[in-house]
T-cell receptor, first 119, second 112 residues
Framework: GAVVSQHPSRVICKSGTSVKIECRSL??????MFWYRQFPKQSLMLMAT?????????EQGVEKDKFLINHASLTLSTLTVTSAHPEDSSFYIC???????????????FGPGTRLTVL | KNQVEQSPQSLIILEGKNCTLQ??????????LRWYKQDTGRGPVSLTI?????NTKSNGRYTATLDADTKQSSLHITASQLSDSASYIC???????????FGAGTTVTVRA
């Protein structure tokens, strides 16, 4: 149990286009989902916290108008990178808060990640 | 400021050998400490999670230890296999904050 999926797994787009990444909790409901960005050889950096039915909370330095987050249901959150540029190329990982999932302790489950390459 | 430091940054070991990774943290108030394995191009996968009262936890060939007094943890890999080649990330959670504090990770390379 407690599986989180992301789609697509990798995407290549032209500079200036928008890209949408989906994060789904497959077998549990997630009130809160988190979006991270990871550059090569670096650790995960929290971008924003997404709460179902309300506006996302963005970390300092993350442009909310560039990284649009929607969490319309308890099993789906989307991250849209608008007007993507090469510097947005990164590995984007979501996680879902599985509080209530019947697994001891660990309540944040990570997705497999999405590799975004902007040409 | 909550911080998590891991050492070494990377290491290379021969298949079948053991290794130990270190994690020091300053996160307070402490809630739990987790070790994750992240394969290249994949999301992190949980190996172990320990709360304040636990000082050791095993998951197959992976054994994590926690000393909450000195704020140190270690991850021991026994009889390493080629599939153990990955980045191992120490993540600490504070009880007053939903955000996680991530270490930079230790990259382990197992060679035949």
């Amino acid at each position: 149990g407690a599986v989180v999926s992301q789609h697509p797994s990798r995407v290549i787009c032209k500079s200036g286009t928008s890209v949408k990444i989906e994060c789904r909790s497959l077998d549990f409901q997630a009130t809160t989902m988190f979006w991270y960005r990871q550059f090569p050889k670096q650790s995960l950096m929290l971008m924003a916290t997404s709460n179902e039915g309300s506006k996302a909370t963005y970390e300092q330095g993350v442009e909310k108008d560039k990284f649009l987050i929607n969490h319309a249901s308890l099993t789906l959150s989307t991250l849209t990178v608008t007007s993507a540029h090469p510097e947005d190329s990164s590995f984007y990982i979501c996680s879902a808060d599985g509080a209530g999932v019947r697994a001891a302790g660990d309540t944040q489950y990570f997705g497999p990640g999405t590799r975004l390459t902007v040409l | 400021k909550n911080q998590v430091e891991q050492s070494p940054q990377s290491l290379i070991i021969l298949e079948g050998k053991n290794c130990t990774l270190q994690c020091n943290y300053t996160v307070s108030p402490f809630s739990n400490l987790r070790w994750y394995k992240q394969d290249t191009g994949r999301g992190p996968v949980s190996l172990t999670i320990m709360t304040f009262s636990e000082n050791t936890k095993s998951n197959g060939r992976y054994t994590a230890t926690l000393d909450a007094d000195t704020k140190q943890s270690s991850l021991h890999i026994t009889a390493s296999q080629l599939s153990d080649s990955a980045s191992y990330i120490c993540v600490v959670s504070a009880s007053d904050d939903y955000k996680l504090s991530f270490g930079a990770g230790t990259t382990v390379t197992v060679r035949a």
